[in-house]
């Protein structure tokens, strides 16, 4: 009876191993894709340094004068960064590489499709 539950604990230590591995290859992969899919990292600009205006003597500003906002340089600067980013468009046509890329794609499922079965049915034999 001993040895049912090495083999089971042996069983669950190497099929967490797998998955958590295939985890982090997939996201690994994603990331490599897509970018990061963490948190975005948080950039720090000099500041501008603030301009002083010179008002001749007597001249005082007004209590009801609107005040320009602290951060609307900084949304004009990130308003500016955004227009020049490039747009990516959708790749519509279907071309050589696509369909290769598409068969590969297919061909990998079939395979760990089968290659699951395989593992399952190789762990029925162990345990059971």
Avoid: W
């Avoid at 290859?25 to 340094?49: F, I, N, Y």
């Avoid at 005082?60 to 308003?79: L, N, R, V, W, Y």
């Avoid at 960064?81 to 061909?107: C, F, M, W, Y």
């Amino acid at each position: 009876m001993a040895k049912y539950y090495v083999r089971l604990f042996i069983v669950a230590l190497i099929a967490a191993f797998c998955i958590f591995f295939g985890v982090d290859l997939a996201s690994k992969g994603v990331e490599r894709v897509q970018g990061p899919t963490g948190p975005a990292p948080v950039k720090q600009t000099a500041a501008p340094p603030a301009k002083t205006e010179s008002k001749p003597a007597g001249v005082t500003a007004h209590a009801g004068a609107a005040k320009p906002a602290a951060g609307s340089s900084a949304a004009g600067q990130d308003a500016k960064t955004k227009q020049e980013e490039p747009v990516r468009s959708e790749v519509t046509e279907d071309t050589g590489i696509n369909r290769v890329s598409n068969k590969a794609g297919e061909l990998l499922q079939i395979i760990s499709y089968h290659g699951i079965k395989f593992i399952v049915s190789i762990l029925d034999a162990i345990i059971g």
